[in-house]
């Protein structure tokens, strides 16, 4: 089973993966850790983009695009990846459905995380003190949301034509939006 999740900055996207990896032994790929992990380690993608991400913008389709395609085609993850933070845009969606296409596979289901921007503020305000990401301060906070509410209608409507998105409401306690997606992911 593969699992596309997504939802603006703070939504709950990480803390709702690990508990889906725990629970159905998949594995989890965030595009934004494994972005944030070519800064850390000042590798020469992690140079180019650092700037990107710091401003709240998105990296290019092509770069994240690549980085996913490596974990699909990877055997060992076969119908077993979470995709949390991919797709972003209509064109990721697309490059996302012919990447599993080409390695045979495909989504089984896609979650939608709601909040309120009020949420997030508050989220991204606390988390900032515990993990020191330098895209967690307010004003950047603020831009992540408007990339994200820029770019994702297109994506919306393409995953409901198809049928498999489950809108989730992400203002519950994490426990009882895990109980929901659960159920959701034992429904299929
Ligand atoms: P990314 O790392 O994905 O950041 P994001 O989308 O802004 O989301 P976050 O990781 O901030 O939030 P989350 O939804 O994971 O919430 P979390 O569980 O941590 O992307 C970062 C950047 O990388 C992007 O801005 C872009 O530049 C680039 N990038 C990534 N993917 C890309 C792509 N596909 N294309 C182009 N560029 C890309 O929870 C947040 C906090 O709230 C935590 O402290 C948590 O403990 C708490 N919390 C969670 N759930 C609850 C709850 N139910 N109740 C109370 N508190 C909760
Ligand atoms: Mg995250």
Redesign the pocket.
Known sequence: MNIVIF??????????SNLIVKNFKLHQL????L??KEIREKTKLGNQISS??NS????S?II?GDLIEKYVSDKSFKNRLIF?????NLN?AKNLNSILKNNDQKIDIVLK?SVSLQTIKK??S??KI?EKRL?DNETVAIK?YE?YEKNIKPVIDFYKHSNLLKVVN?E???SE?SNEISGLIEGI
């Open positions: 939802g603006p900055p703070g939504a709950g996207k990480g803390t709702q965030s595009t934004g850790e972005l944030r990107i991400i709240g913008n998105l990296v389709d994240v949390d933070g991919y797709p972003r990721q995380l989220r991204i606390e988390r515990l895209d992540r990339m992400g519950a306690t994490v939006i």
